[in-house]
């Protein structure tokens, strides 16, 4: 008999309204349990999801950092937020990685689906990567909708857990083109900001001028997820202007109608080319931060002052998380074939295989068994093999 409270105790809390964690101490005192089975109450329906720092895209490898932000959805008598962490925190490879729990409750399933999406949307964590969009795509698929799901939904469905739509990012674009222009005088939103200011603007405004304006936004991809970051082009001149019903926003010569308005705070509502949509948006002097569907898009408006050059070289095999080596396989001058495990880590209680992107000649090992290592940290470096049909490494046990 397994006399302990399960990690979904909370959805029986919420249907029966009973507290199990007042009924195991009563017990462990000695008392009889307070209801016969017969006589237990059961309403409507309710969903808990685990809210985990970890990658999805990276075949759900562990994340650790300090959680710099950490917003929850606003408790209510259908919304339970169970958290063991708070804002400032760090999560390390010691532990479970889950940051908390969030249950919801409805009258019925589709309901409460629908409740725990929303929950998920208003929750905010930065610092660390979690499974809050790919939670969220599950619960929006069509199987799961139906409750035709099994251990192995993501078999039958891949693409759960394979990145961003392009039409996301898209209407990203728009919404922080849309928002931008709101930033500028003439329009309530974003007056509280010093970015608001046409002294500080560099969008070509002029008093008493048509408010129509060109602008480059970059999507700065740090820390994004790998398809956001992936996703081309980085950069995009955008000249949008105020119309009657809205903004005409032109995106790759093609024009688009963004209505937006803003109900309260940092949302903003309405529809883009005529489908709705609904986002968070922050405005930080060039700074415009776009939340949506548990996604974050930061655009910076590129004035030519910044130029970034990547660090990355090809053939640096680099530490996906932080944590420990256990088994260092390569070996300096040898050939290995794509696919050769080279390095082995463990982190949060998990072993993870470092193996050969391509055929290559191990030039340098950096690291030894033992050694404690920090995400990106070089781990090997190894230089790829000329195409030769007479030679053919042998890979790595």
Known sequence: MNTR???????????????????QLRVASGDRLPLEQAAIPRRGHAVEAR???????????PSTGRLSRLRFPTVTQDV???AGVEEGDEVTV???PMIAKLIVWAPDRATAIERLQHALEATEVEGVRTNARFLWQVLGAPAVRAGDVSTRLLETDPSLAQGVDPHEIHA????AAAAR????????FGHAHHAASPWEAATGFRLNGPASVRVALRLDTQGATASIADSQPLQHWLSFRREPEGVAVVLDGKSHRVALRRPANDVLEGYVDGHPVRARVELDHDRLIVRRHCLRFDFVEDTGAEHRVSAEHEGHLRAPMPGHVLDVRAVPGSEVA???VLVVLEAMKMEHSMAAPWAGTVKTVAVKPGDRVEEGADLVLLEPIAADP??????QD
């Open 5 to 23: 409270l399960q990690v979904e105790h909370p959805v029986t809390e919420m249907i029966t309204g009973l507290d199990l964690v007042e009924w």
């Open 51 to 61: 809210l985990y720092a970890e990658d999805p895209e990276r075949g759900f490898l």
């Open 80 to 82: 339970r937020v169970d």
């Open 94 to 96: 010691h532990y479970d």
């Open 172 to 175: 990203a674009w728009l919404i």
């Open 181 to 188: 222009l709101q930033s500028l005088p003439g329009d309530d």
């Open 338 to 340: 794509a696919g050769a």
């Open 390 to 395: 007479l030679r053919q490494p042998v890979a």
